[in-house]
Nanobody, 123 residues
Framework: VQLQASGGGLAQAGGNLRLSCAAS????????FGWFRQAPGQEREFVASVGRDSKSTLFSDSVKDRFTISRDSAKNTVYLQMNTLKPEDTGLYYCAAGERALTHAAVWGHRYWGQGTQVTVSS
């Protein structure tokens, strides 16, 4: 599975960004997806996950009510809509996938990883 993340950039606090993750190499419907982020000097942390059916979603407490995750089977793409951004949302955002039905919040639950896209939020 190849995952291509895009959409990162510089935003002001309170602003919005939308990340995209284009998947290829496996049937899109067989994959569940996750977004993770990593700040310099910190461990990679879970942000959001979506199951195969798109109805099952999971968010970390730090982004719940601000971020949404969705998937478009026609475009083989997963989106992370990030609203009301905060400086602590800054990091390298990774798209990840696993061949399972349900959401998953652990790094080890995702077999495939993209290259990451940088998000920087200024105060």
């Amino acid at each position: 599975v190849q995952l291509q993340a895009s959409g990162g950039g510089l935003a002001q606090a309170g602003g919005n960004l939308r990340l995209s993750c284009a998947a290829s190499g496996r049937p899109f419907s067989s994959l569940a997806f996750g977004w993770f982020r990593q700040a310099p000097g910190q461990e990679r942390e879970f942000v959001a996950s979506v199951g195969r059916d798109s109805k099952s979603t999971l968010f970390s407490d730090s982004v719940k009510d601000r971020f949404t995750i969705s998937r478009d089977s026609a475009k083989n793409t997963v989106y992370l809509q990030m609203n009301t951004l905060k400086p602590e949302d800054t990091g390298l955002y990774y798209c990840a996938a696993g061949e399972r039905a349900l959401t998953h919040a652990a790094v080890w639950g995702h077999r495939y990883w993209g290259q990451g896209t940088q998000v920087t939020v200024s105060s």
